[in-house]
């Protein structure tokens, strides 16, 4: 079955992934409605899908708020509006007319559909583009938005799609939440009805939502059930809306910015929205997320199929007190626990003492390193580790030497306050002479030092969103923002191939498949207590794969929650994603220095199946049971359990745990113990996890195939 094809009678749209189908057509006032979303169809059963359009039963009703590819603002609809536009006479409105359409094969194994409209008053055209893959059930969509006419006009709301879901008897509503330190704080509600807004004003995708959903029946579980799920690529603000119609239908559009933003076309300007990538999913949440992440692999991540490092990042150990002796001491004990990545955190430049000052003046700090960051980067090389540095190219400290000479370059609104938060106020990277200046100390930064990584942080929202460029520079600013900041990272990385780059924005604030386009992982949150990673990592990993998410052990008891857990449960929360290390090295005992550097020699023996394997969450985190997650290796041929148990209660029975997809019929053999297990017994019956005793228990099975079973 192609992967797009059309009806010759219906003129009906029908994408056809591996294992399901979305069909819409053009209806008789010209504009793109949606059909159907879900399992797959053949194109004369998506056909006897296609309601005509009748009269709406009252005068107060309109069009239906669901069933618009992209709800348009004009006429008699009422819903939320996906597209509307404020024209140069101050009008609003969007009239569908047809103009064309075009199938795509630009790129092996996939295909576009572009369907291109005009208004039919005003020289505003949209195209609405749909790309699918052969090896995912993912569909991309976005739109492009060109101004044909003479004079300016607003785009007030331009967002990239609208998602129709079949009608169904109830609705649940799965996404994120939280705050710093407590991102990816999955909730699972009941959709109501009306209007839920999901949203960031803060100018980054940030700490207290995601942008993606899940919708389900309410019934759905980790294993069963139907799901549908969308994703957007923005890494500024944006905006979701989910509604639920009184006639017991649901649908979701979203996009970038938020209220009171907009989008400005001059003449002849285009504007190309974010993707908004959708899923269908019958195997309940578990295999959407696995589907999910094999597409972040698979279509956004630049080099997924490396293996990530074992990382050292000295923030806890050091905090400001950097300097060149104290750092190469660290990395020789780093080295030693097996660690292949150094990163040096903040406090390594200019008059960098504390979070007041410095900021922007990113060369090395003379009295600490007098010859610069070359001779700690050719220790780290020769004790055969990459070296990184930590950077936050979008802020300034007002006590620096960028700030005195640009006070301009901040976001700011003249003659009002400039706020500060941490100290610091954000640069305008909506400024082309600011990504410029950027992106030159940093293309230099990392060819001068040898530089092999970059944790790309980002420490505080956006405050005063003040630009006086003439050309619309406030609304401008919001989108121009993103675009430059990609482009900066994107001419780095071109200049330095070799670079791998960790998206952080104070931890989990910036992390969607917008900045994971060209970044290599992503700081999940600066929370880095063992027990409430767990629930942090569960909620990343509904959408996010673990081959992006980094996690350090660190010391205890822990500088925020002052929580204290073994070193062993503390490594093996962190080995559930991109293990990394962040304890101060220096105050290990020599036990701990050799459990640690065991503990990193087992993870590099399994870290293939977590970075690469597909994930089952098999018993969500901190419940009566064990937290347990399941990494299991494409082939089957291997897998890894990961089991975490606060203090068992009296009389609570340790269930065994039942494994997910081992082919019928194998054994697998445990590669520590040499026990031999059946997979059907696995699968149906379950595996006794040996806990050891205690508060904070936990382990690690490996088992691996054994290959002369049929």
């Given at each position: ?21 979305y ?13 159907a ?7 004369a ?31 008699t ?18 009239e ?15 295909a576009e ?5 005009r ?10 583009h ?27 709301r331009?967002d ?8 169904l ?19 699972r ?16 995708t ?15 579980t ?6 549908w ?11 979701l ?14 996009g970038?910015?938020?209220?009171g933003?907009?989008?400005?076309l ?21 295999e ?34 950097v ?15 097996g660690?292949e990545?150094?990163?040096v955190?903040?406090g390594?430049?200019s ?59 901040v ?31 940093l ?13 790309w942080d ?19 600013l ?13 001419r ?35 929370n880095t ?7 942090i ?7 996010y ?23 062993r ?13 962040g ?8 036990a ?32 009566e049971?064990?937290t347990?997650?399941?990494y ?35 054994r ?33 099975v490996?088992?691996?195939r ?5």
């Amino acid at each position: 079955m192609p992967l797009i094809s059309r009806s010759s009678t219906t003129g009906a749209w029908l994408l056809t992934t591996p294992h399901t189908a979305y069909a819409l057509r053009i209806d008789e006032s010209g504009a793109p409605c949606h059909i159907a979303w879900g399992a797959r169809l053949t194109m004369a059963e998506a056909e006897a899908l296609i309601v005509p359009s009748g009269e709406p039963p009252s005068s107060f009703e309109g069009r239906p708020a669901v069933g618009e590819e992209l709800p348009v603002d004009g006429g008699t609809r009422y819903g939320p509006p996906s597209l509307q536009v404020r024209y140069a006479d101050g009008s609003h409105a969007f009239e569908w007319q047809p103009t064309g359409h075009h199938v795509l094969h630009n790129t092996p194994g996939s295909a576009e559909l572009i369907l291109e409209f005009r208004d039919r008053l005003c020289p505003l055209q949209v195209a609405l583009h749909y790309r699918v893959h052969e090896d995912t059930d993912v569909i991309e969509r976005w739109t492009v938005l060109r101004n044909t006419g003479g004079q300016h006009l607003d785009l007030l709301r331009a967002d990239s799609a609208a998602w129709t879901l079949p009608p169904l008897p109830d609705y649940r509503l799965s996404h994120v939440t939280g705050q710093w330190s407590a991102e990816s704080r999955l909730r699972r509600d009941h959709l109501p009805y009306g209007e839920t807004v999901l949203t960031s004003r803060r100018g980054i995708t940030s700490h207290h939502a995601n942008p993606w959903v899940m919708l389900d029946t309410g019934t759905a579980t980790e294993d069963h059930g139907r799901v549908w799920s969308t994703a957007l690529a923005w890494s500024g603000s944006w905006r979701l809306t989910v509604q639920r119609t009184p006639d017991g239908r649901a649908g979701l559009t979203g996009g970038i910015g938020h209220e009171g933003t907009c989008v400005p076309l001059a003449p002849g300007e285009e504007f190309v929205t974010p993707v908004f990538a959708g899923l269908y999913s019958d195997g309940g949440f578990g295999e959407a997320s696995r589907a999910w992440h094999s597409y972040t692999r698979t279509h956004v991540l630049a080099h997924a199929e490396e293996t990530a490092p074992v990382l050292y990042n000295s923030w806890e150990a050091t905090g400001f007190d950097v300097d060149e002796a104290g750092q190469k001491a660290l990395a020789e004990r780093a080295a030693r626990l097996g660690v292949e990545l150094y990163v040096v955190d903040d406090g390594w430049f200019s008059t960098r003492r504390s979070d007041r000052a410095g900021l922007g003046d990113w060369a090395p700090a003379p009295d600490r390193f007098p010859a610069g960051l070359g001779p700690l980067s050719d220790a780290v090389h020769r004790l055969g580790m990459r070296f990184g540095v930590w950077v936050e190219p979008e802020m300034v400290n007002p006590d620096s030497e960028l700030y005195r000479a640009h006070p301009d370059w901040v976001l700011h609104v003249p003659g009002r306050t400039r706020t500060e938060m941490r100290h610091q106020l954000v640069l305008n990277f909506a400024r082309q002479d600011v990504a410029d200046w950027a992106y030159d100390w940093l293309t230099r930064l990392v060819a001068d030092h040898d530089v092999d990584f970059l944790k790309w942080d980002m420490n505080r929202a956006f405050g005063e969103t003040g630009w006086s460029e003439p050309d619309h520079g406030n609304d401008r600013l919001w989108t121009r923002y993103v675009s430059n900041l990609y482009d900066v990272i994107d001419r780095v990385r071109t200049d330095h191939p070799q670079l791998r780059i960790e998206t952080c924005s104070g931890g989990g604030g910036r992390v969607d498949l917008g900045i994971l386009a060209r970044t290599d992982q992503a700081w999940a949150s600066d929370n880095t207590d063992a027990v409430d990673r767990l629930v942090i990592q569960h909620g990343f990993t509904q959408v996010y794969p673990t081959r992006v998410m980094s996690a350090w052990v660190t010391d205890v008891p822990n500088q925020l929650t002052h929580l204290s857990v073994p070193l062993r449960f503390r490594f093996h929360t962190a080995m559930a994603g991109l293990l990394g290390v962040g304890g101060d090295l220096t105050r290990w005992s020599q036990a701990e220095l050799a459990e640690g550097a065991a503990l990193v020699a087992a993870y590099k023996a399994v870290r293939h199946l977590v970075q690469h394997g597909r994930q089952y969450r098999l018993a969500e985190p901190l419940g009566e049971g064990p937290t347990v997650v399941q990494y299991l290796a494409e082939d089957a041929d291997e897998l890894l359990i990961l089991a975490y148990q606060h203090s068992p209660r009296y009389g609570t029975p340790r269930l065994p745990v039942r494994l997910r997809d081992l082919p019928p019929g194998t054994r697998y053999r445990n590669a520590e113990s040499g026990t031999v297990h059946h997979s059907t017994v696995l699968t149906e019956y379950g595996l006794h996890l040996d806990l050891p005793t205690g508060d904070w228990a936990s382990a690690a099975v490996h088992l691996v195939r054994i290959q002369n079973d049929t």
